[in-house]
């Protein structure tokens, strides 16, 4: 029987965070086991804002080492750098066609990040998620592991591909794209930032106070941590609306620490801001010191990097390829044996 298809993507803009690796990447790692699993980095999409042409490909280096550093293994996964993929551009284009105009106006990052960019909005921006509907549905992807922050885009991929595609140009006998499913796993789906509870942990925020990146060394994070928003209770606990922080750290406690939330809410009910805090800090450190290890011996071997993109690069070519022609066929384009 034929394994089911994963697909996912992380920006090359700043340097990936927890959010990034609890929400998706360390998803991703597990799925890899028992799924046929292509990861890109998505750097058509890094350019959606303004970018720095000078850092673009070292950080698109560096992001593919972290999937690597962070458990990818390139034995069952295939990971690639997405412009080095000609379909996704050019399903792109093809989706754009025949996505109305008015889906796209409601999404509310679009919103969110136009309202940051003031005057200075791409088409790219708006089309952001066009092009995400295209990397997941080139792979026949039954599963799209992200964040709960990528939920929308994942209905609008259903969408396009579902009344857009499937119900104008599939024929009985022929379904043109499969129909992916997301998959947010709730632990770990919406990190916030350290600096305020009620906003996501996220790369573009202007203060690196609000993240830890997975690079961070072990001062800067306890740094990071002694400075983090509080409030004045004593006593930290899940799920009190009026106290975000608290909840937000003591999950993010519960996930590194490998204990249930049942167990760490007992352990910190009565536990001041004081002591949770290098508690804390100490299971951020010793959960990145891994990542960080491997993520500096892979950097130091581009040879071995070059190889594992290359092989991610053919294959993840040759499954989008056909996916293409038989989207091309189907619309109704002059056919070409390939
Ligand atoms: P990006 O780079 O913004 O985010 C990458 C992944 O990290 C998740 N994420 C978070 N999870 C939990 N808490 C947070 N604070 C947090 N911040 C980010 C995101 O949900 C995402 O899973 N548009 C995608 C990239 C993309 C993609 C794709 C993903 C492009 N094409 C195709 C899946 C399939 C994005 O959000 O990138």
């Keep these: ?8 993507g992380v920006q090359p803009t700043g340097c990936l ?4 690796w609890l929400g998706a990447i360390r998803n991703w790692v597990e799925l890899q086991e028992e ?11 890094a350019i959606t804002t303004p970018h720095d042409p000078k850092t673009l490909a070292k950080e698109t280096n560096s992001t593919a080492a972290l999937y690597l550093a962070c458990g990818m293994n390139p034995e069952k996964s ?5 412009s080095q993929i000609p379909a996704h551009s050019e399903l792109c284009w093809i989706l754009n066609c025949l996505t109305p105009l008015n889906w ?9 990040k136009s309202i940051k960019q003031g005057d200075n909005v791409s088409i790219g921006l708006l089309d952001y998620p066009v092009l995400m509907a295209a990397d997941i549905l080139l792979y026949d992807a039954d599963l799209v592991p992200v964040g ?3 939920k929308q885009h994942l209905e609008l991929a259903r969408d396009i591909a579902q009344q857009r595609i499937n119900a104008r140009f599939s024929t009985k006998e022929n379904n043109i794209l499969k129909v992916p499913k997301p998959l947010i796993i709730k632990e770990g789906a919406k990190v916030m930032s350290l600096t305020d509870g009620t906003n996501k942990m996220s790369k573009s925020d202007s203060n690196e106070f609000s993240r830890i990146a997975l690079l961070d060394p072990p001062d800067l994070i306890t740094k990071k941590i002694k400075r983090a928003k509080t409030d004045s209770e004593i006593g930290l606990e899940f799920n009190n609306p009026k106290r975000p922080e608290a909840s937000n750290l003591l999950s ?22 004081g002591k949770f805090k290098p508690l804390l800090s100490e299971v951020l450190v010793s959960a990145l010191e891994p990542i960080q290890i491997k993520y500096k011996e892979l950097i130091q071997d581009q040879t071995e990097l070059d190889k594992i993109l290359e092989k991610g690069r053919l294959r993840a070519d040759e499954i989008s390829r056909k996916t293409l022609n038989r989207v091309k066929e189907s619309i109704g384009f002059l056919n070409r044996d390939y």
């Design 1 to 8: 029987m034929h394994q089911k298809r994963v697909l996912s």
């Design 17 to 20: 965070h927890i959010g990034n």
């Design 35 to 45: 799924h046929e699993t292509f990861v890109c980095v998505v750097d058509l999409h």
């Design 78 to 82: 295939s990971i690639f750098i997405q």
């Design 104 to 112: 796209m106006e409601r999404m509310i990052q679009f919103k969110e």
């Design 148 to 150: 709960e922050d990528q």
């Design 252 to 273: 993010i406690y519960s996930i590194l620490s490998g204990k249930a939330p049942q167990i760490v809410s007992e352990e910190c009910a009565d536990m001041g801001w």
